[in-house]
């Protein structure tokens, strides 16, 4: 299985975490120029590890010219398939969002300029959905970039725009949650070409593992919770699964580099 989203340098011994539970591949997230550093660095220690590097919504004070030029620079390096994860937060207060405009704009045209899809993080409060919408007002403007919308909310307007535009969704761990209806009902219906399953690790465990650090190796758990939503063996949707991870990001066929 491949993971198509973790934090593998948030963990304490990355490389423990690897071949867990058949897991044959996954993509460590460089969301920050340090994290952008530690995921190039892993995707060349471990052949089974590939790397993305950009700038996160909400670490957008970080963000500058000089730390532009270093991130476009390690986007050309040949293990990193992807740009991001960037996109639109208004969890928090403190949300600047022509920040995290900028920054989303950058990282849309840096990715259009490298050939690599861009990763898209959109969190809202509870109850609201400003940066959802927000994101279907910048993508709109950037039809040519592939993206994957990364541990997908569920929010039935991104939905449809995704699957009108070619998006790629994630689904994390958080599918299993009793009470993410909206989740559960965008995993059964995602066009199968365009599904992909990942941890976020070490964020979001699954059930049965809710509660405990995620680890990469837990994305079987998510799995198979959405190859029942949507009526299929596990092991057919694992050959779907990692078809399309291996499709948008390029991946070579089997594992390994």
């Known amino acids: 299985m491949i993971d198509t989203h973790c934090h ?6 990355p490389a423990s975490a690897r071949g867990e539970l058949g897991l044959t591949g996954m993509v460590c997230i460089g969301a920050s120029p ?4 530690n995921a190039v660095a892993l995707a ?7 790397a993305t590097v950009g700038l996160h919504p909400t670490d957008t004070e970080e963000d500058s010219s000089d730390v532009r030029t270093d991130l476009e620079a390690l986007a050309l390096h ?16 403190d949300t600047k969002r022509e920040a995290q405009l900028s920054a989303f704009e950058w990282q849309l045209d840096l990715a259009r300029r490298v050939g690599k899809p861009l990763v898209i993080h959109v969190r809202d409060k509870a109850g609201q959905d400003s940066a959802q919408r927000g994101v279907i007002d910048v993508l709109a403007a950037w ?7 990364h541990c997908f909310s569920g929010h039935p307007g991104l939905l449809a725009f995704g699957v009108e535009r070619g998006a790629y969704f994630g689904f994390a761990g958080n599918t299993t949650y ?26 979001l465990a699954p059930v049965p593992k809710r ?20 009526g299929l063996d ?17 991946l070579p066929g089997q594992g390994g580099a």
């Open 8 to 13: 593998l340098d948030f963990l304490d011994d």
């Open 34 to 37: 340090e994290h952008a550093r």
């Open 44 to 50: 060349e220690q471990f052949g089974d590890v590939w």
């Open 78 to 93: 040949p293990r990193v398939v992807g740009i991001g994860e960037s996109g639109l937060d208004d969890y928090w207060d």
């Open 143 to 149: 039809p040519d970039v592939q993206v994957i919308l």
């Open 178 to 203: 009793k009470n993410a209806r909206e989740i559960q009902e965008a995993a059964r219906t995602v066009p199968q070409d365009r599904l992909l399953v990942e941890t976020d690790a070490p964020f």
């Open 211 to 230: 509660g405990k650090p995620n680890r990469p190796g837990y994305v079987r758990h998510t799995l198979e919770f959405i190859a029942g939503l949507r």
């Open 234 to 250: 596990a092991d057919e949707l694992e050959r779907v699964t990692d078809a399309n991870a291996r499709r948008v990001y390029g």
